[in-house]
């Protein structure tokens, strides 16, 4: 199983980046895919999460109306749309796969996690 997070990079304040997340190895629609990320100094955090179908999704509170996670089943890939970006927002973001009942924000509650992408916002 493989999972390749892609598309960070450095962004001033007020930019957008859009990540991806491609899998491989697993039954992609079989998974609850989910976005953590860890700041230096940080414990990893719970950005957003969504539902194997793409219907339910569920955010942190301070990336809501921000954020936009979603899906592509055909693709097996998973993607955050990241606006109106902040300073804060800077840190390593991480694609997740999971396969419990129903997605949580939980990092244990994934099996998989991909390597990570930089994500860089500047003042």
């Known amino acids: 199983v493989q999972l390749q997070a892609y598309g960070g990079g450095l962004v001033q304040a007020g930019g957008s980046l859009r990540l991806s997340c491609a899998t491989s190895?697993?039954?992609?629609?079989?998974?609850?895919m989910g976005w953590f990320r860890q700041a230096p100094e940080k414990e990893r955090e719970f950005v957003a999460t969504?539902?194997?179908?793409?219907?339910?999704?569920s955010y942190a509170d301070f990336v809501k109306d921000r954020f936009t996670v979603s899906r592509d089943n055909a693709k097996n890939t998973v993607y955050l749309q990241m606006n109106s970006l902040k300073p804060e927002d800077t840190a390593v973001y991480y694609c997740?796969?999971?396969?419990?009942?129903?997605?949580?924000?939980?990092?244990?509650?994934?099996?998989?996690w991909g390597q990570g992408t930089q994500v860089t916002v500047s003042s």
């Open positions: 969504i539902w194997r179908t793409g219907l339910s999704t």
């Open positions: 190895g697993l039954t992609f629609s079989n998974y609850y």
């Open positions: 997740a796969a999971g396969s419990r009942n129903w997605f949580t924000k939980k990092p244990g509650s994934y099996d998989y």
